[in-house]
């Protein structure tokens, strides 16, 4: 998984730019890997996910990349605008015990610079 | 339109007191889960259940236990609250089968003082 600590990492991006959002993950057994976006005072939002089997899924305006070899997960927001503003979460779907849980990461605070 | 309620978005409890988190999810899921969010370190999982009457420890169990005696509900207890059981608490919930998708609610702000 990520490294633990009390700080948040924190990308700032100019409104208009692209913004990659980087994570690594340490389970090979997940099936799924997944971001979510927690705006300020609410609970994390599902953006995208992708399977195990696949290297890249886009969505609109996103794009998630996976690279097994390296456990590596990438987000990235094409013509970030202010309300990309937020923490971003990548997670793990793992089976477990007959059924799944999700693990996250510590988070990325994404900040949109007008 | 999907939606996990939690019944609290503020708690202050007393050190010592018994705290019980309620979630109710009105999607027939199997799955729920607790989660903790503290700044730097993500969502930790505490519990998770995959149906009525079943639960799994998390990653940090010590200190809680759960309750899910209907599919729809799902409730944290803290047995003797403690200060560094503060914390912002997040249920969420999601179907067996192939979707990764799980929902999440609004969440609960809880203070032991």
């Known amino acids: 998984g990520e490294s633990v600590g009390l700080h948040l990492p924190t990308l700032s991006v100019q409104e208009g730019d692209n913004s990659i959002i980087n994570c690594a993950y340490s389970?090979?057994?997940?099936?799924?890997f997944i971001w979510y976006k927690q705006e300020s005072g609410k609970g994390p939002q599902f953006i995208i996910d992708?399977?195990?089997?696949?290297d890249k899924r886009q969505g609109q305006r996103v794009t998630v990349l996976l690279n097994k070899t390296v456990k590596h997960l990438s987000l990235q927001i094409a013509a970030t605008q202010p309300g990309d503003s937020a923490v971003y979460f990548c997670a793990e779907k793992l089976p477990t015990s007959g059924t799944y849980k999700y693990i996250f990461g510590t988070g990325t605070r994404l900040k949109v610079l007008a | 339109d999907v939606k996990v309620t939690q019944s609290s978005r503020y708690l202050v409890k007393r050190t010592g007191e018994k705290v019980f988190l309620e979630c109710v999810q009105d999607?027939?899921?199997?799955?729920m889960f607790w989660y903790r969010q503290d700044p730097g370190l993500g969502l930790r999982l505490i519990y998770f259940?995959?149906?009525?009457?079943?639960?799994e420890k998390g990653d940090i169990p010590e200190g809680y236990s759960v309750s899910r005696e209907k599919k729809e509900r799902f409730s944290l207890i803290l047995e003797s609250a403690s200060t560094n059981q503060t914390s912002m608490y997040l249920c969420a919930s999601s179907p067996q089968g192939r979707s990764s998708e799980a929902f999440f609610g609004q969440g609960t702000r809880l203070t032991v003082v």
């Open positions: 259940s995959y149906d009525v009457k079943m639960k």
């Open positions: 999607m027939d899921h199997e799955n």
């Open positions: 992708i399977r195990s089997n696949m």
């Open positions: 389970n090979s057994a997940s099936d799924y």
